[in-house]
Structure formats: C-alpha cells, structure tokens
Nanobody, 121 residues
C-alpha cells in the first residue's frame, strides 16, 4: 500500500487542522492505521491509531481530547483532526499502515512521506 499525507500547514496556537492520508490499492480496510510525528532533533513518536473498521482508537496522552483519528474505508483515507493546537505539536506528521492497533513504530510496515505542521505561539 502507498500512502500520501496532506493537510499540514502553519497555524497559530489554538487553531485547528485536519490531516488526510490517502492510500492506494484495494486493501486499505485490512490495515490498522496510525499517525506518528517527529519534531526536530527528536525521535518519531506515536500520536494515534485506529482499527480496521474504525471502531477502536488509541491516543498518546498529550493529544487526548484534542485530536481525533478517523477513517473512511470507501475513500481509502484516514484523517487526523487536530484541535486546540499547541506549539509543542509542531512536527512532521506521518501516516502509517500496519498489522495491529499499536503504539509501536515496528507494527507499521508502510509509511507516508510526512506533512509539516507548524504551530506558532
């Protein structure tokens, strides 16, 4: 599966953004999907993940209540709605497809190219 992330940009603290990740191929619904992010000088970290049918989600604590992951299997797309953005959310955001609902990078075998999110204070 090939993944293409989009929707990043430069926003102010408190603003919202919605990231999208479009997948190629007919097997999108068989993959668990995740969002990760990597800030300059830091390791890539887990943000959110969603089950194949979209009924189960997990989030890292720092985004709970502010970010929402969702998917539309008919459109082969996973989304990350980000509200109440903070400067510490600044990072390159990556979508990933994997074989489990997991926080671990190693569970995801396919990665998109990343989209930059910059939040100014």
């Amino acid at each position: 599966v090939q993944l293409q992330a989009s929707g990043g940009g430069l926003v102010q603290a408190g603003d919202s953004l919605r990231l999208s990740c479009a997948a190629s191929g007919r097997t999108f619904s068989t993959y668990y999907m995740g969002w990760f992010r990597q800030a300059p000088g830091k390791e890539r970290e887990f943000v959110a993940a969603i089950s194949r049918g979209g009924t189960s989600t997990v989030y890292t604590d720092s985004v709970k209540g502010r970010f929402t992951i969702s998917r539309d299997n008919a459109k082969n797309t996973v989304y990350l709605q980000m509200n109440s953005l903070k400067p510490e959310d600044t990072a390159v955001y990556y979508c990933a497809a994997g074989s489990a609902l997991s926080r671990k990078l190693s569970a995801y075998g396919y990665w998109g190219q990343g989209t930059q999110v910059t939040v100014s204070s």
